[in-house]
T-cell receptor
Framework: ETGVTQSPTHLIKTRGQQVTLRCSSQSGHNTVSWYQQALGQGPQFIFQYYREEENGRGNFPPRFSGLQFPNYSSELNVNALELDDSALYLC????????????????FGPGTRLTVT | AQKVTQAQTEISVVEKEDVTLDCVYETRDTTYYLFWYKQPPSGELVFLIRRNSFDEQNEISGRYSWNFQKSTSSFNFTITASQVVDSAVYFCALSLYGQNFVFGPGTRLSVLP
């Protein structure tokens, strides 16, 4: 069973630029969630995708957008980067909303550390 | 709205001591799910346990045990005979039907040899 993978591992961008982060879900999982974790804080929910549709969104501006593909992999796009966007971005996959209670368990990837200068 | 509080920011113990990490949650929903995750220095969040709101049975897994009490909205985590490898940041989280996980701020546990 393949776990959740994310790319790239690290990224440095300049304020105002755009960035795309990628995530491959664990095999058998059809739901992907993205989180932002600032240094010393808990992860903050950005949004969730289920079967290629956005299925819930946290308190993040529209410049944070995402996609989910037919193979359930996902992208997080951030436009007009700001210094406060510097954080660890975590992707988590789960077994889908129609798959029973155990499908609610989210399994996380190693994260992408984004630095905005 | 849901909220998770972990009042202990940092805890230090000596190896083989028992340690309890506190978690208090807030939600108006009657059906919800609680989780504990471990984040070692490598950064990847590791799933430890899920508990459903309608199942208050405590659980033990090796040196780990969890105490869920709906009456006090608490879901505490105890590590018995702690080891250096237990050093990490531990997060408690709350979710409704697998959506919109709300994480607490985390407790940094340092186990000293």
């Amino acid at each position: 069973e393949t776990g959740v993978t994310q790319s790239p591992t690290h990224l440095i961008k300049t304020r105002g630029q755009q960035v795309t982060l990628r995530c491959s879900s664990q095999s058998g999982h059809n739901t992907v969630s993205w989180y932002q974790q600032a240094l010393g804080q808990g992860p903050q929910f950005i949004f969730q995708y289920y079967r290629e549709e956005e299925n819930g969104r946290g308190n993040f501006p529209p410049r944070f957008s995402g996609l989910q593909f037919p193979n359930y992999s996902s992208e997080l796009n951030v436009n007009a980067l700001e210094l406060d966007d510097s954080a660890l971005y975590l992707c988590a996959s789960s077994g889908g909303l129609a798959g029973g209670i155990s499908s609610y368990e989210q399994y996380f990837g190693p994260g992408t550390r984004l630095t905005v200068t | 709205a849901q909220k998770v509080t972990q009042a202990q920011t940092e805890i230090s113990v000596v190896e083989k001591e028992d340690v309890t990490l506190d978690c208090v949650y807030e939600t108006r929903d009657t059906t919800y799910y609680l989780f504990w995750y471990k984040q070692p220095p490598s950064g990847e969040l590791v799933f430890l346990i899920r508990r459903n709101s309608f199942d208050e049975q405590n659980e033990i897994s090796g040196r780990y045990s969890w105490n869920f009490q709906k009456s006090t909205s608490s879901f505490n985590f105890t590590i018995t005979a702690s080891q250096v490898v237990d050093s990490a940041v531990y997060f408690c989280a709350l979710s409704l039907y697998g959506q919109n996980f709300v994480f607490g701020p985390g407790t940094r546990l340092s186990v000293l040899p």
